[in-house]
C-alpha cells in the first residue's frame, strides 16, 4: 500500500503486560509516503508484522483527527512528536527526514502503568474527573441559553481549557510526571462558569486529592506541559487551581 | 471543629511552602547582599562593620534570623522530599528525553543547583555565620565593633574558597532564574498584566545578587578592596 520513498528506523518500545520487562526493537522501514500520517506508518508497520506471523504492536489511537485524546506516542523524547499544537495522529511523516531513526516510546508515569507496548493506563484520569470534575444539575427542562449572562471573555478562558482532551502529554512530558495541567484544566472550565460555582471548591479539593492518591508527582512549573499540550492550555490554569485550592482550604469553612 | 485538613501536605500545600519560604529567602538575599555590599565603600571595612554589628546586635533581626534558619530548613528539607518523589513518579525512565524541547535546564534542575547550594550554605556558615554568632570574631575595628571584615578578607586569601564561592554564586542565579518567577505562579499569581513584569524583575533581580555576591570574594582576593 505504500507508495512513498522515505526509509526509516523505528525504535519501538515492545512490553509484553505491565508485568513483564520491555525493551526497544528495532523496525526497517521503507517506501514510507512522506504524507502518510504517523499512525498510519504504524499501520504498515503492524501489517508488515502480520504477515511475517508476528505480534502487532499494541497503540492506543481513536479518531484519528486530534480530538478524542487516544493516541499517545513518545516520539524522539517529545509528547505527539516533534511539531506543536498537535496529536500523533495529525503528526505527518514528511516531519522526518529520509534515513532518520525514530525511537517510540510509551507515556512514562508511575499512575500510566503499560498495559501492553505503547498502550498505557490512564484510567488514573477518569478517576480525577469522577472525584469532582462535573456539576450537578436538577433534570427537567434545559434552561434557556442566555438565562445566565456570562462575560464573553470569561466564556472564552472556560473554553480554552475545556479544550483539553485528557490525552496525557502533559504528565507524560513533565519531569515529575505531574498531573497538574489536566486537573487544574478541568477543574478552571467549571470554576469560571456560573453553573460551575455550588461545588467549585468541594471541588478542587475532592481533585487535588484524587490526582495526589494517583501517584502523580509535583508540580515544579518548568513550563513543559503548556509547552507541549496539543490544546495550548495554559499554566495560568494551574495559577487558578493553586488559588482555588488556597481559598476552600484557608478561607472556606466547609471541609471536605 | 474545621481543620486545615491536608492543606499542607497535599501536593500543592508542599509547593505552597517552597513558594512562600523561597520569597523570604529572596527577601532576605536583598538585605544580605545590601549590607555586604558595604564592603565596596572601601574604608577598611568601617562602613561594613558597623552593619555587621547592627545585624548580629539587633533584637528584631536576631528574631528573624531564627524564622530565615525554620524557613531555609523548611525549604531545603520540603525541597529534598519533593526531589525524590518526584523520581519515584516515574520509575521506568525515557531511553530518550528531549528537555530542551519545552523547558529551561535549570528549571529541571532544582534539585541539583539546591544541593549544590546546600553544600556551598555549609561551607558559608561555618566560614561565617559560626564565626560572628559562636566562636566570636578576634579583632576590633577602629571603631570599637567587631572585626568581620577582616575575617572576610582573610578568608578569601584563599583561592579555592574564592572559587567555591563564586561557582555557588552561579548556581544561586540559576537557581533563582527559575524560583523567583516559579513562587509566584505557585501563590496562584499569574495575570495577564503582572506576570511579564515579575518575570522581567525575576531576571534583574536575580543576575544583580548573583553578580554583587560573586564580585565580592574576587575583589577581595584580587586586592582592589583594602
Known sequence: ?256 | MASFGNAFSSSIGKKLIMGITGLFLILFLIVHCFINALIFVNDGGLTFNIGAHFMATNWLIRASEVILMVGLLLHIIQGLRLTFQNQAARPEKYAVYDGKANSKWYSRSMGLLGTLLLIFLIVHLSNFWVVSRFTGIPTEDANGHEDLFAVMKETFQNVWLVVLYVLAMGSLLYHLLHGFASAFQTLGWNHKKYTPLIKAIGVWYSIIIAVVFAAMPIAMYAGFIN
Open chain 1, 1 to 256: 500500500m505504500s507508495t512513498g520513498n522515505m526509509n526509516l528506523t523505528l525504535k519501538v518500545w515492545r512490553q509484553k503486560n505491565n508485568k513483564a520487562k520491555g525493551n526497544l526493537v528495532d523496525y526497517k522501514m521503507s517506501e514510507i509516503s512522506p504524507d502518510m500520517s504517523f499512525l498510519e506508518m504504524f499501520d504498515v508497520l503492524n501489517e508488515q508484522l502480520i504477515n511475517k506471523g508476528e505480534e502487532p504492536i499494541v497503540f492506543d489511537h481513536d479518531c484519528r483527527e486530534g480530538i478524542c485524546g487516544a493516541c499517545s506516542m513518545y516520539i524522539n523524547g517529545r509528547p505527539h512528536g516533534p511539531k506543536e499544537g498537535i496529536t500523533t495522529c495529525q503528526l505527518h511523516m514528511r516531519s522526518f527526514q529520509d534515513g532518520d531513526t525514530i525511537v517510540v516510546e510509551p507515556w512514562r508515569a508511575k499512575a500510566f502503568p503499560v498495559i501492553k507496548d505503547l498502550a498505557v493506563d490512564r484510567t488514573a484520569f477518569d478517576r480525577i474527573i469522577a472525584a469532582g470534575g462535573f456539576i450537578s444539575v436538577n433534570t427537567g427542562n434545559a434552561q434557556d441559553a442566555n438565562a445566565l449572562p456570562i462575560p464573553k471573555f470569561q466564556a472564552d478562558s472556560a473554553f480554552e481549557a475545556a479544550a483539553c482532551i485528557g490525552c496525557g502529554a502533559c504528565v507524560a512530558t513533565c519531569k515529575n510526571a505531574s498531573a497538574m495541567l489536566f486537573t487544574s484544566a478541568k477543574i478552571s472550565q467549571l470554576a469560571q462558569l456560573p453553573q460551575g460555582q455550588p461545588e467549585r471548591y468541594r471541588r478542587v479539593q475532592s481533585m487535588v486529592a484524587q490526582m495526589d492518591a494517583e501517584g502523580f508527582g509535583n508540580c515544579t512549573n518548568t513550563g513543559a506541559c503548556e509547552a507541549e499540550c496539543p490544546k495550548g492550555i495554559s499554566l495560568e490554569n494551574i495559577a487558578r487551581m493553586n488559588r482555588d485550592f488556597y481559598s476552600a482550604k484557608f478561607v472556606s469553612e466547609e471541609e471536605v
